[in-house]
């Protein structure tokens, strides 16, 4: 949510702030959730403090133990936080993110191949299968399609995400 008011990024801040909110609204009507699996402030930090750093550099190629490690948590408390308050497992979203910068390097006018070690994606074959599932058309049609469509569609994406 940090990163989204320190950009002005309106979009990004309301998603972040309604995420935060239904997640707490959930938790504080459920009273009967004890223990490990009661929510905690410390996971919902740490759970946004990892996604900032997927956003920032999606391409990086980091393990779950290691993003869990950087946020103070354990790989598996990491996952969980992530699928309550984001709604989405930590490879699901970083996944998701680094489709949205190959479209954006695609859109710019680079090359699929070189887009898809851009963006993080270390099979061709693989990149190109994803894309296709993801948004509907080959990335090398990418380009042929409306600026508008092509907005939608990656907005669609990342909006998903929360």
Request: with cysteine.
């Amino acid at each position: 949510m940090g990163g989204a008011i320190a950009s002005a990024d309106a979009f990004q801040m309301e998603r972040w702030a309604l995420a935060a909110l239904t997640s707490l609204e959930v938790d504080a009507c459920d009273r009967t959730v004890r223990g490990r699996y009661a929510a905690r402030d410390k996971d919902l930090d740490a759970a946004i403090t990892a996604c900032r750093a997927v956003e920032a550099h999606p391409e990086m190629r980091r393990s779950i133990a290691d993003r869990a490690r950087d946020v103070g948590l354990t790989s598996t408390t990491l996952t969980r936080a992530f699928r309550r308050y984001v709604g989405a497992s930590p490879h699901e979203y970083v996944l998701r993110w680094r489709l949205a910068v190959a479209a954006e390097l695609i859109d710019s006018g680079v090359g699929v191949s070189e887009t898809c070690y851009r963006a993080g994606f270390e099979n061709l074959s693989h990149f190109c299968r994803t894309f296709q599932r993801t948004f509907g058309v080959r990335a090398s049609a990418w380009r042929a399609l409306a600026l508008r469509e092509r907005r939608r569609r990656v907005d669609d994406l990342t909006g998903r995400l929360v």
